[in-house]
């Protein structure tokens, strides 16, 4: 059974730093692993997908990474903005009806 | 429509009643999923449909939960005889034909007293 592991649950950092939030998954046979943004009270907004033959992908200033082997993906939010805070979590696409996996989660405060 | 719309955002019931959660996808998406998601949680699989059908409920977590998607658009999401530990964001999902590129719509905030 597929687990999603992110890790710390929250982090608070001050406006403008380069960030990495962490994510490990279980099992590497995965179809695709996904980033997700959610803000409080909200929906999910899908920042970024990354297949399994693919090892990053970036829009804007974000740039996730993905290593099957090691079960690890990373995203890195570059010169952050308070805008940014929010919470961010991954899930591994195990292509069994694309059903996702997610993990608990990373709740980001960026400060002026 | 724009974007998947779920109704009603917040729903308040007694405990022991039934309620319904609906989801009306984006406009031509053929697959749809429910996730639940608990305080502190991401969210779980509950059920997935391709078209009318419920190709996957291995996430319903007891005959309690049903879902139906008769005319493979709208999509209710039934819960009878409700409990406390019910309590959740109910998210609705959709996309193209499976396989990632997921919308997620706002979710119904159910609690259950």
């Known amino acids: 059974k597929q687990e999603v592991t992110q890790i710390p649950a929250a982090l608070s950092v001050p406006e403008g730093e380069n960030l990495v939030l962490n994510c490990s998954f279980t099992?590497?046979?995965?179809?695709?692993l996904q980033w997700f943004r959610q803000d409080p009270g909200k929906g999910l907004t899908s920042l970024l997908l990354?297949?399994?033959?693919?090892r990053e992908q970036t829009s804007g200033r974000l740039n996730a990474s993905l290593d099957k082997s090691s079960g690890r993906s990373t995203l890195y939010i570059a010169a952050s903005q308070p805008g940014d805070s929010a919470t961010y979590l991954c899930?591994?696409?195990?292509?069994?009806?694309?059903?996702?996996?997610f993990g608990k989660g990373i709740t980001l405060s960026v400060r002026p | 429509g724009a974007g998947v719309s779920q109704t009603p955002s917040n729903k308040v019931t007694e405990k022991g009643k039934y309620v319904e959660l609906r989801c009306d996808p984006i406009?031509?998406?053929?697959?749809l999923y429910w996730y639940r998601q608990s305080l502190g949680q991401g969210p779980e699989f509950l059920i997935y449909?391709?078209?009318?059908?419920?190709?996957?409920d291995s996430g319903l977590p007891n005959d309690r939960f049903f879902a139906v998607r008769p005319e493979g658009s709208v999509s209710t999401l039934k819960i009878q005889r409700t409990e406390r530990g019910d309590s959740a964001v109910y998210l609705c999902?959709?996309?193209?034909?499976?396989?990632?590129?997921?919308?997620f719509g706002s979710g119904t905030r159910l609690t259950v007293v």
């Open positions: 449909f391709q078209g009318t059908g419920a190709a996957d």
């Open positions: 899930a591994a696409d195990t292509g069994a009806n694309s059903k996702l996996t």
């Open positions: 099992d590497s046979a995965i179809y695709n």
């Open positions: 999902a959709s996309s193209f034909q499976g396989g990632g590129g997921y919308t």
């Open positions: 406009s031509g998406h053929t697959a």
């Open positions: 990354i297949q399994s033959s693919q």
